[in-house]
């Protein structure tokens, strides 16, 4: 069968002219045999659920919880996630943000599969492809589920004595780590090297840093930084964005701060009082943070070039007039989609000129980034999928296209994707 993406009620139009004729969603799919070594099913819910620190919620839960379980798995691995869709009347699917499955495994609705609706159930199956900490959401009316608490993390690692995963996310105004308001505390030995996992769930970019002991940045949305050297600075996480911070637990403990000391939490020997205050005023840049290593490709000798010039323009928003995001002057669905062959180098420019941030977010692929505002980056290979690019920045960066299918290419701001920032990468 062909993909048929047209033939998906609701999702953006796709020119068939494009499609490689003998490409088939099997071909793109997941391991069809062979027993899952993780096997778990998802439960999605619209429902009135308590936060972690009690606070009632009129949102989505996952198993009944939000965030919803972690799940765990090492590199190899066959994951198998049976997702079932109990309440959420709008439909939903799952999107593992980071994780370069195969295309009809990526969970999106309307692109690469149809949103499953209430009472209906989709199984993904993919091998979990490199060890990082990543993800998954609903990619239907992604703006409300994902906001509503749709979501919960995946972690491809072996558990260490020291880890804590921290996902950051605001519910109703309040904001959280764990799904718990205020201060909380995760007993670690001192001694041991601590490996935080955060995760940026919301849609706007977080200061997020280790206080009471320097840190080293170790991992940048799932892939490992070269070199790092600690620091005592915060590091800004971009909405959707995941970062690892890694740090030798000091006998008094240490603190995970995100946004200002009123959200935080305390790593530390069971009975110490871990330090308190606010992140320092420095920032971590990765354009010049840890040191050189080879990339596996050579960026200067690209197949493909492309231009992703972010702005604004009048339109109509709900049939109100108002302003929408537009991609080389056209919002989505108008906007050109990218066209790539499998094996291609492909540089992109993106830059910003619309008056605000957007967290650029391109699934099943990770990129390097080679420059920022004209000045090349000299640290470790900055590798992301979902990059920052401030108002008046211009970054340049470069991707291998070695996953086929139709990918989005979207600002993670989640409002800003349904009002237009968003097309797709395609290969032909
Ligand atoms: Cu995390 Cu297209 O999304
Ligand atoms: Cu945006």
Not at 232 to 237: E, H, Q, R, S, V
Not at 304 to 311: A, H, L
Not at 338 to 365: F, W
Not at 385 to 400: M, P, Q, R, S
Request: proline share 8%; charged share 20%; with cysteine.
């Amino acid at each position: 069968a062909e993909m048929g993406y047209a033939d998906h009620g609701g999702g953006p139009s796709m020119d068939h002219e494009h499609h490689h004729p003998g490409m088939s969603v099997d071909d793109l799919a997941g391991p069809k045999t062979g027993t899952p070594n993780v096997d778990v099913t998802l439960v999605a819910r619209k429902q009135k659920f308590q936060l972690a620190s009690g606070e009632t919620i009129d949102g989505y839960t996952v198993n009944g919880t939000s965030p919803g379980p972690l799940i765990r798995a090492r590199v190899g691995d066959l994951v198998q996630v049976t997702f079932v869709n109990e309440s959420v009347k709008d439909g939903a699917t799952l999107h593992w943000h980071g994780i370069d499955v195969p295309n009809a495994e990526d969970g999106v609705a309307g692109v690469t599969q149809d949103a499953v609706p209430v009472g209906g159930k989709h199984v993904y199956r993919f091998k979990a492809p490199e060890a990082g900490t990543y993800w998954y959401h609903s990619h239907q009316v992604s703006s409300d589920e994902v906001k509503g608490g749709l979501f919960g993390p995946i972690v491809i690692a072996s558990p260490s004595p020291g880890e804590v995963v921290a996902a950051i996310h605001t519910y109703d105004g309040k904001r959280t780590i764990n799904g718990r308001t205020g201060t909380g505390r995760a007993d670690v030995p001192a001694g041991t090297t601590a490996r935080v996992r955060v995760i940026n769930t919301d849609n706007a970019i977080l200061r997020v840093g280790l206080i009471g002991t320097p840190y080293r940045v170790v991992a940048v949305d799932g892939r490992d930084v070269h070199g790092p050297t600690a620091v005592t600075a915060a590091y800004p996480l971009p909405a959707g964005g995941r970062v690892d911070l890694e740090a030798v637990v000091p006998a008094g403990g240490m603190r995970l701060v995100a946004g200002t000391s009123a959200l935080s939490l305390g790593i530390g020997p069971a009975g110490a009082e871990p330090p308190g205050g606010d992140l320092p005023g420095d920032s971590v840049d990765l354009l010049k943070y840890g040191t050189p290593a080879p990339i596996g490709f050579d960026p200067a000798k690209a197949d493909r070039n492309f231009e992703y010039r972010i702005g604004r323009r009048p339109g109509f928003l709900d049939g109100m007039p108002g302003l929408w995001w537009t991609i080389n002057g056209h919002k989505f669905p108008d906007v050109p989609m990218y066209m790539v062959a499998e094996g291609d180098v492909v540089r992109m420019k993106i830059s910003n000129t619309s008056g605000q941030a957007h967290p650029m977010h391109l699934h099943g692929h990770h990129a390097v980034v080679l420059s920022r505002n004209g000045i090349a980056a000299t640290g470790s290979p900055w590798w992301v999928d979902t990059l920052e690019v401030g108002n008046k920045e211009t970054y340049e960066i470069a991707f291998v296209a070695d996953n086929p299918g139709l990918w989005m290419d979207h600002c993670h701001n989640l409002p800003h994707a349904s009002e237009g920032l968003m097309t797709h990468l395609m290969y032909e």
